[in-house]
């Protein structure tokens, strides 16, 4: 009864969803991307008038709107970026998910994808972005990689974790290039949209100190101090 985006299929009207309509075009967060990982989004071809007559049978049939909410599209999302992370990943079409998250959410939708697995780390490696209700104190905190060009030569070695401190400090993948240069040099609204709204933490040397110190104030190991103090002095060679 509902035509799926992408695939030779049908889904029933209570289950299919329509794709929203968004005011600038995604070139990874597709209707056609999401049906292919097997969710029953609406083909988009069918038309605007077909839609909404498709929308509002939803609507008296089943009693609710036809669009998918934000705890259902941070699911999608979450399986699109497991469905990404493959062994030669393409590092620039990981930065255009990015920037089309900062269009599919906005500040009100975007607690939902707290606690995804959306964040490729330097491991190439899914991580949950930060925020998540019950976290636990001890989760690792995501910072964005430091680049030579933003935090200089001596910061981009703040990657180099100590293995004691890896269930601790992540890092996104430092391949993901966060920033354009044209017409002049700016950060990606991908970027933008993670620092906003506290899904990945903005690299910054004082932080990272503060990280230490409540390491440090855990009562770790003795291997854990060590690393602990070794990684704070690497931060200023």
Known sequence: FVPVAGRSA???????????????????????????????????????????????????????????????????????????????????????????????????????????????????????????????RRAPVVFFAPSVEEDGSDAAGATRLPRELENRVVYTHSSIPWTVTEPTRRRRPGRQFLEANGLVREYRTDRLLELLGEVMGTRPTRRVQVASLQYACALYP
Do not use: C, K
């Not at 620039?92 to 990015?98: S, T």
């Not at 490729?120 to 209700?133: F, I, S, T, V, W």
């Open 10 to 136: 049908w889904t029933s009207l209570d289950e299919g969803y329509a794709w929203p309509d968004y005011p600038t075009a995604l070139s990874v967060v597709s209707a056609e991307a999401i049906a292919g990982l097997g969710y029953p989004v609406l083909d988009p071809q069918v038309g605007s008038e077909r839609r909404a007559r498709l929308a509002a049978l939803h609507q008296a049939v089943v009693g609710s709107r036809m669009n998918p909410d934000s705890e259902t599209l941070a699911e999608w999302v979450e399986s699109l970026a497991g469905a990404l992370n493959t062994d030669d990943p393409d590092f620039e079409r990981w930065a255009r998910f990015y920037d089309d998250l900062a269009v599919v959410f906005d500040r009100a939708s975007a607690p939902a994808l707290r606690g995804r697995r959306v964040v490729l780390d330097q491991d190439l490696d899914l991580r949950p972005a930060m925020g998540a209700e019950g976290e636990a």
